[in-house]
């Protein structure tokens, strides 16, 4: 993948994951994929992979130094699993806003990273976790939203 996320952003995406109570083993199986496809180290790999068995909050969680780049593909990649299994509960919606505001992302960049993570799952087979495109992604988002685009 041309972009490398910290093991915090996929400990934030656990984060809305568990939002609605549950952690479905494709959920976990993508979220690890998607760490995997970051170039994740095996120690940070093996913690995210925990964080899809033991339930993870966003209550601690800080952006830190992310870039905005990084900002929007952590939250383009949050809008893709919480509707991972076809539905966004409320809870999940709570977690994406509440973990939009710790990116301190707008209203705008908010939607059109969701959207861009939806035009890649509407893809033939994009809706199954192990043929999700990163690669799609970061180049979907890249088309959609240029000025966030890593340099």
């Not at 809008?79 to 992302?105: P, Y």
């Not at 509407?122 to 990163?134: I, N």
Request: charged share 30%; proline share 3%.
């Amino acid at each position: 993948m041309s972009i490398a996320l910290p093991k915090s952003s996929f400990l934030a995406l656990a984060a809305v994951g568990w939002a609605d109570g549950t952690f479905r083993k494709d959920e976990g199986a993508a979220l690890v994929r998607a760490a995997k496809a970051c170039g994740l180290a095996d120690e940070d790999l093996a913690e995210v992979e925990r964080s899809t068995k033991t339930a993870v909050s966003l209550d601690t969680y800080e952006a830190g130094d992310l870039g905005e780049w990084d900002r929007v593909v952590t939250y383009a990649l949050a809008s893709w699993l919480a509707q991972l299994d076809g539905v966004q509960s409320t809870d999940e919606s709570h977690a994406l806003r509440t973990l939009g505001d710790k990116l301190s992302l707008s209203a705008g960049v908010r939607s059109r990273a969701a959207a861009a993570a939806f035009d890649i799952a509407v893809l033939p087979e994009g809706g199954r976790p192990e043929k999700y495109d990163f690669e799609k992604l970061v180049a979907r988002i890249r088309e959609k939203m240029p000025q966030y685009a890593a340099k």
